[in-house]
């Protein structure tokens, strides 16, 4: 065996890495199903940012969302940008897209697109989310907008003046923001804002990041950064916990529809969220004898419906990173095993 692996033809290798990397995107792919994902404390915090910005003002959350990145980066970071304006769209939040990128509207347009455009077309722009586009300058840009927004901001990307859109009244300044959500590949980015937003004015402010930048960001978490989202696990964690919290809000909104206390609706729907192919079960038992026929028929759908494929794509994603991995580590093993046993023989003789 030892004689085997060391004279193995490195192709044999190359072909393994090239399965464990194709067979689960065919498999994924096929089935639409994805690697369950646990999610860690980082990700959970940077959702919990999310969901509770503007609470402790008694208001409606005013999130500014800064794409720093480019289409170079955007396997790792587009899953986290998706699901960032998912969740600010469910949430009801008012959205600010902004980059300090040359290339970062590109990123905003197909967050829009994807998201809001396709899932929430309800939403109002000027109203409920707006795009200031690109503005060049890097850090320099972020201390001029801790002092005057408008300063750097005129207009939006469509032209129109600031002050002629209705979110925008009564924002001067970044300390008007109730937070601040950072995707960023590099520079300017997570640290820029963090030294001259977040650092400076107390801000509180999430930031996804490749992972490259992960390791050097951490000593921010938990103070200057709340939360923190590194490379495609951690944006397949945060879209595992966005994905099941719609489902659970959708739920809970047709069941305070169809008549239920809404304290008694969130219960509900938490419970059954955990498994929702109990759901069908459930609309047919005691608890469920005052909602109407319509709405069960919406509940089993919203529990039973599958997930539309851009709030997989992190998750999708961790299928050949996961065996690829698992490959890498059995190589490093072996050639360990091939060493030591070489090693072994040679001093015998």
Request: aromatic share 8%.
């Amino acid at each position: 065996m030892i004689k085997l692996l060391t004279n193995l033809d490195r192709r044999w290798i190359f072909l393994a890495m090239a399965l464990c990397v194709a067979v689960p995107i065919l498999v994924i792919g096929l089935t639409g199903k994805t690697i369950p994902e646990t999610p860690t404390p980082l990700a959970e915090a940077f959702f919990n940012e999310i969901d509770t910005a503007g609470e402790s003002k008694g208001r409606r959350g005013h999130v500014l969302l800064a794409f720093d990145y480019d289409p170079a980066s955007a396997g790792e970071l587009s899953p986290m940008a998706i699901s960032l304006v998912h969740q600010c769209a469910q949430r009801g939040l008012r959205m600010y897209f902004m980059s300090l990128w040359p290339v970062g509207p590109q990123m905003i347009d197909e967050s829009i697109s994807k998201v809001i455009d396709r899932h929430y077309p309800e939403l109002v722009y000027g109203e409920d989310y707006v795009n200031l586009g690109f503005k060049a300058g890097n850090e320099q840009v972020i201390k001029v907008m801790g002092i005057d927004l408008t300063t750097e901001f005129r207009t939006d990307t469509k032209g129109t003046p600031l002050q002629q859109i209705p979110m925008m009244k009564g924002m001067t300044s970044l300390e008007d923001f109730d937070l601040i959500a950072e995707i960023s590949a590099g520079y300017p980015g997570t640290k820029e804002w963090v030294l001259y937003s977040a650092t400076q004015y107390n801000i509180p402010m999430v930031s996804g990041m490749t992972g490259v930048q992960a390791p050097l960001m951490y000593p921010y978490y938990p103070g200057q950064l709340k939360g923190l989202l590194g490379a495609i696990k951690g944006a397949a964690e945060y879209e595992s916990i966005v994905n099941v919290w719609v489902r659970e809000q959708k739920f809970a909104e047709a069941l305070v529809a169809g008549g239920m206390d809404e304290a008694k609706a969130q219960e509900v729907a938490a419970k059954l969220m955990d498994k929702p192919a109990q759901v069908s079960t459930w609309t047919e038992s005691a608890e469920a004898a005052d909602l109407d026929p319509k709405t069960k028929a919406e509940l089993i759908t919203i529990a039973t419906a599958p997930i539309p494929g851009e709030f997989l794509e992190g998750q999708r994603r961790m299928g050949p990173q996961l065996f690829a991995h698992l490959l890498m580590v059995l190589l490093i093993i072996l050639g360990n095993v091939v060493f030591f046993a070489q090693r072994r023989q040679g001093g015998r003789s």
